[in-house]
């Protein structure tokens, strides 16, 4: 009778401790599954969400963009070389520093003709897993640059030699004649300023293999023929 109540016993408390394993793997389960879908179905509700928006409010379809051309502008600027005029400001001083004519636009410091970085790779763990990391390349002058907040400005001469000028301080500058007006304290420009002009025109190629001709838009720019650069007054 001992035995049997024993057994009895055994038996509930295993039952029991089943059912607690059990219910903790299928609340787990159910925590797994319950936050898996719940995120597909979030992510389905947003897509929905999300074409319904795109459908009923597309996006703009441009013609032509303004700020493209703007930036092509200021590109043509940069790589034409216009005259322009530089001005030089340090903090506290309303009035500049210096100024001076000036060949093209101002430079930072931190400008460069080559890459900065070459690929390098390395051998990791000796074991041949190479791996491709960026290292610093030397420039053309023979030293690594470094960063900085200085600006190099190609001033221009009496006799329109150009000269370099180095400043750490602010720059401004402007494409055109200009000079600095003390009882305004602002910027005065002189004549026509100097902007290039750049029209679309096309390049033709010609295959050979099927007879056929191709072509290519492409944008040209070009300086119009300005004044000298004067000294401002």
């Given at each position: 009778?001992i035995?049997?109540?024993?057994?009895?016993?055994?038996?509930?408390a295993?039952?029991?401790?089943?059912?607690?394993?059990?219910?903790?793997?299928?609340?787990?389960?159910?925590?797994?599954?319950?936050?898996?879908?719940?995120?597909?179905?979030?992510?389905?509700?947003?897509?929905?969400?999300?074409?319904?928006?795109?459908?009923?409010?597309?996006?703009?379809?441009?013609?032509?963009?303004?700020?493209?051309?703007?930036?092509?502008?200021v590109?043509?600027?940069?790589?034409?070389?216009?005259?322009?005029?530089a001005?030089?400001?340090?903090?506290?001083?309303?009035?500049?520093?210096?100024?001076?004519?000036a060949?093209?636009?101002?430079?930072?410091?931190?400008?460069?003709?080559?890459?900065?970085?070459?690929?390098?790779?390395?051998?990791?763990?000796?074991?041949?897993?190479?791996?491709?990391?960026?290292?610093g390349q030397?420039?053309?002058?023979?030293?690594?640059?470094?960063?900085?907040?200085?600006?190099?400005?190609?001033?221009?001469?009496?006799?329109?030699?150009?000269?370099?000028?180095?400043?750490?301080?602010?720059?401004?500058?402007?494409?055109?004649?200009?000079?600095?007006?003390?009882?305004?304290?602002?910027?005065?420009?002189?004549?026509?300023?100097?902007?290039?002009?750049?029209?679309?025109?096309?390049s033709?190629?010609?295959?050979?293999?099927?007879?056929?001709?191709?072509?290519?838009?492409?944008?040209?720019?070009?300086?119009?023929?300005?004044?000298?650069?004067?000294?401002?007054?």
């Open positions: 009778m035995r049997k109540l024993f057994r009895t016993r055994k038996r509930k295993l039952g029991g401790l089943l059912g607690f394993v059990v219910l903790l793997v299928t609340l787990a389960a159910c925590g797994s599954v319950g936050n898996s879908t719940g995120n597909t179905i979030e992510s389905q509700q947003q897509n929905t969400d999300t074409t319904q928006i795109v459908t009923a409010i597309p996006l703009p379809d441009f013609g032509t963009s303004q700020i493209r051309q703007d930036l092509i502008q590109e043509a600027d940069q790589a034409l070389g216009v005259k322009a005029t001005f030089a400001f340090q903090q506290g001083d309303p009035n500049p520093i210096w100024t001076c004519p060949e093209g636009l101002p430079l930072p410091v931190t400008d460069q003709l080559s890459n900065p970085t070459q690929p390098s790779n390395v051998n990791a763990n000796g074991n041949g897993d190479w791996n491709t990391i960026p290292v030397m420039d053309p002058n023979g030293i690594y640059q470094g960063d900085g907040s200085g600006t190099n400005v190609l001033c221009l001469n009496a006799q329109g030699i150009p000269y370099v000028h180095y400043w750490e301080g602010y720059v401004d500058a402007v494409t055109a004649t200009a000079y600095w007006d003390k009882t305004t304290a602002q910027i005065v420009t002189v004549g026509s300023p100097v902007t290039p002009t750049c029209v679309i025109k096309q033709s190629s010609f295959n050979s293999d099927n007879n056929t001709t191709t072509k290519t838009p492409y944008e040209s720019c070009t300086i119009p023929k300005a004044d000298a650069v004067t000294a401002q007054p």
